[in-house]
């Protein structure tokens, strides 16, 4: 029997359905990825129109339905809305709902991780959309990655060698067709491997393993050169993972030229 339900959810796209409707889609906290039907959005001085923007997170209430749910109510909790005033914070937050949709798509309704992957998602956009520095997005970028795979079944080891199991202490190198860590002496010429320095691969695992809010020793230490590799490796090891480009930061460098 179809019903309504409420739920926390965050946009992450939008599209039109007609000339007065708009699809949206959602990261939600019960349901995961829902997709609703936003009627009149798209008439001038719509108020569901400002609310079904992207990157909102909104209170709802929905009627369900077979595969389209319809928006009853939206009151907004977060608008973010100082990431939609810089041209990085856009980017990195297109980045995200990217990432969740190329990952979510398949229907995780019963999935217990939904209300840990909305609260990060949530954390990250409040965090963009405040930072005073790139340095601040790119930090907020990383934990984001690292997180969501490590919630998604897909974490990574910073610490093991994925052959010898063994804890690697120093000289880790990492193999992007195993997906892994692995040491030295295990590494051969059958695996194309890059090197990862020891204090990067410690920092990757203090933001893994420590509170998505809380401030580690790193934060002030690390550089934009040392954020945009990690950013960079996190997003090819991702990118691997989900067979799906990403595509984001190509389009933006094409517009650019
Ligand atoms: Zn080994």
Not at 5 to 19: G, M, Q, S, V, W
Not at 117 to 138: D, G, P, Q, W
Not at 226 to 242: G, R
Request: proline fraction near 1%; glycine fraction near 2%.
């Amino acid at each position: 029997m179809k019903k309504n339900f409420t739920t926390e959810a965050i946009n992450i796209k939008n599209y039109p359905l007609n000339d007065n409707d708009s699809i949206v889609i959602m990261f939600s906290k019960s349901k995961g990825l829902i997709r609703a039907v936003a009627k009149g959005a798209k008439r001038p001085k719509s108020k569901l129109g400002a609310r079904i923007q992207m990157f909102i997170a909104n209170k709802l209430m929905l009627f369900e339905g077979k595969n389209l749910d319809t928006i009853q109510e939206a009151q907004s909790l977060n608008t973010f809305s100082k990431i939609r005033s810089d041209l990085d914070k856009l980017s990195y937050s297109m980045y995200v709902a990217e990432i969740i949709n190329n990952f979510c798509s398949n229907n995780c309704s019963q999935d217990e991780n939904n209300e840990e992957i909305y609260n990060l998602i949530f954390n990250t956009y409040n965090k963009i959309s405040n930072s005073k520095t790139k340095e601040e997005i790119l930090l907020s970028i990383l934990k984001f990655q690292i997180k969501l795979m490590d919630i998604l079944g897909w974490g990574i080891d910073f610490k093991m060698c994925s052959i010898c199991q063994k804890e690697i202490e120093t000289n880790a190198l990492f193999s992007f067709n195993l997906g892994s860590f692995v040491c030295i002496k295990c590494a051969n010429s059958d695996i194309s491997c890059i090197k990862i320095h020891d204090k990067i691969r410690e920092f990757m695992q203090t933001l893994l393993i420590s509170d998505f809010n809380l401030k580690t020793k790193y934060d002030e230490l690390v550089n934009i050169t040392v954020l945009e590799k990690c950013f960079n490796f996190m997003k090819k090891y991702i990118d691997n993972i989900s067979h799906k480009k990403t595509k984001i930061f190509e389009v933006l460098e094409y517009v650019s030229r």
